[in-house]
């Protein structure tokens, strides 16, 4: 639509018209894009609004009579409009998250929003190969002893495991303690907010074995009230394992003093195991290069939550399978490739054997999120199931 073309003339940005009109950016994506007209607003009425917006905006009288003519198939050449200046990437992880409409259910049929509040029970865990690692790597750590980080990106299923692992050691009544310090607030100096202390985790290993206990007031008390603790309530036939999120929040000096609970042992037996989840900095502050963690990276083994890549298919037909709806009436194989491509971006820098990098965003989080907005457009389109164009228009 030549509309495209007078907009990138004149420096408008699609969003701004999209305000203008009442409607979202994805539909006015289709509109100018591939002809596809809003079934929500009758066309003459997006045309009139589109026509004042554009003479408020100082374009001439000759561009806005041909703005709705066709122009024919983009060309590779074609320059895109003002807002897709910045980098994909950036639009994507910064993604706000996404509702599922009442008029999108209704459009699908689904009972509820499967990507919403979506796991109540171990049942609604989606189990691939990489993540049964992790999860039973994270079962080993806790009931047999390790020290171990787990890192993934916003989204990845860090918390969701957490609450697997204390959902299962309930499920099978396993006499195993789990240590949670709270981390609010939590950030790697105290400008910005309140560093975790080793302290602070000594009291929260008093608080959870000994509730009815008070802290010693002087360290050197404190921790040999801990170290009784542990012991007394491993001798009871307890296992214990300090479980913290956010750890890429914690400061270096308390990640060195991890090494000291982790040394924490009754004869040849450890008192302690040790998970920390984080984001990606937490490797970044468990890297070999970094000399003042050295002893904690000798000892922790580190485990990365890998993107969802080749099972991207698999996942959406276990999220769909739980509300009971087929993934085909839903979204097609153009729709699920089109989510895949737009969710891994091509670096411009070349890595080993002069291969473009390429970042996979394809994350639980980022993937509900994109094929949430994607359902709601194509329920405001009213086309019957989300395909490639569907996505390429959010």
Known sequence: MNLKRILQRHGLMQKTLARALELSSGSVAQLLNHSQWPKSIPAEQIKEKTRQFLVECGVSQKEIDSAFEETGSKRANTPTLPFDAHSDKEQLMLLRRQGLYQASKKHFGLPRDPFSDDVSSHDDVFISPDI???REAMY?????????????????????LRRDLADRIIRESLPIIVIEPYVLGMEDNDLKGKTL???????AILNTITPLESARRSPEARFRQVHKALRESHRAGNRHVLLIEEAHGM??????HLKRFFELEDGFQKLLSIILLGQPELRLKL?????????VVQRCEVVELAPLDTRLEEYLKFKFDRVGIPLPKVIDTSGVEAIRSKLTLSGNHRGDAGRRNVVSLLYPLAVGNLLT????????LGVPIVNGDVVKGV
């Open 132 to 134: 049964r690692y992790v």
């Open 251 to 256: 400061p270096i000096p308390t990640i060195k």
């Open 140 to 160: 080993q750590t806790a009931r047999h002893g390790g020290f171990m980080a787990i890192v993934g990106e916003s989204g990845a299923g860090k918390s969701t």
């Open 373 to 380: 907005a994607c359902m709601n457009l194509a329920a405001e």
């Open 287 to 295: 890297s070999e290069t970094n000399q003042e963690v050295r002893e």
């Open 197 to 203: 202390k080793s302290s602070h985790i000594a009291e």
